[in-house]
């Protein structure tokens, strides 16, 4: 069953915009204490890009802050991140996390990916 499913990728040339999109399955999102972002490039290890917990807290990694916002539509059980000002280091697979508690344990969830890719 596919919980997650990411939208919006694609290229880009340094400096513009996108906008991705994380629809999650219906009843999903009662039991998410937090989603988000990460991203891997290649040859490069997984990262963390920016999350929103249940409270709508946010937190960004140090390379995107100012540039990137995480938002959450509760009414559509959809997650966004809007990059703006892109970097050819931007460049990766993004995808979409999540994690819920199921009975009394913490479940990550993730999507399939969605590839970003920045020309210079």
């Known amino acids: 069953q596919v919980h997650l499913v990411e939208s919006g990728g694609g290229l880009v040339q340094a400096g513009g915009s996108l906008r991705l999109s994380c629809a999650a399955s219906?009843?999903?999102?009662?039991?998410?204490?937090?989603m988000g972002w990460y991203r891997q490039a290649p040859g490069k290890q997984r990262e963390s890009v920016a999350i929103?917990?249940?409270?709508?807290?946010?937190n960004y990694a140090a390379s995107v802050k100012g540039r990137f916002t995480i938002s959450r539509d509760n009414a559509a059980n959809t997650v966004h991140l809007q990059m703006n000002i892109l970097k050819p280091e931007d460049t990766a697979v993004y995808y979409c996390?999540?994690?819920?508690?199921?009975?009394?344990?913490?479940?990550?969830?993730w999507g399939q990916g969605t590839q970003v890719t920045v020309s210079s």
């Open positions: 996390y999540a994690n819920r508690l199921i009975e009394t344990s913490l479940v990550d969830f």
């Open positions: 219906s009843g999903f999102m009662s039991s998410v204490i937090a």
């Open positions: 929103i917990t249940r409270g709508g807290n946010t």
